[in-house]
């Protein structure tokens, strides 16, 4: 098992900013590829921002390019999403994920064995 626990979701206006944090061990922070991923009421849980051990690469998807930043700080033994300029399409529970680092490309929610609880974010219009 791999502990993972996620907080800083909330209620925010459109164009606003809020800033989640998933508290790991730093063994899981240097070790695994991680991640964040996001599911809203009806879809497919899908990958948002992922840090890859595997090759040391930072992944965004195309939709929160520009907007959000993903970081790890291993002092603190947090994976942090900074999110900016927030969409109402934003609003969905946000998970932390950890995987064994097989591979580079790490927003593949389907590779991922170890799951947080979950966040909830609301984006209004």
């Known amino acids: 098992q791999v502990p993972l626990v996620e907080s800083g979701g909330g209620l925010v206006q459109a164009g606003g900013s809020l800033r989640l944090s998933c508290a790991a061990s730093r063994f899981a922070l240097g070790y695994y590829n991680i991640g964040w991923f996001r599911q809203a009421p009806g879809k497919e849980r899908e990958g948002v921002a992922c840090?890859?051990?595997?090759?040391?690469?930072?992944y965004y998807a195309d939709f929160v390019k520009g907007r959000f930043t993903i970081s790890r700080d291993y002092a603190e033994s947090t994976l942090t999403l900074q999110m900016n300029s927030l969409k109402p399409e934003d609003t969905a529970v946000y998970f932390c994920?950890?995987?064994?680092?097989?591979?580079?490309?790490?927003?593949?929610?389907?590779?991922?064995?170890?799951w947080g609880q979950g966040t909830q974010v609301t984006v209004s219009s």
């Open positions: 840090i890859s051990n595997k090759d040391g690469g930072t």
């Open positions: 994920g950890a995987d064994d680092p097989r591979i580079s490309k790490c927003l593949n929610h389907h590779e991922y064995d170890y």
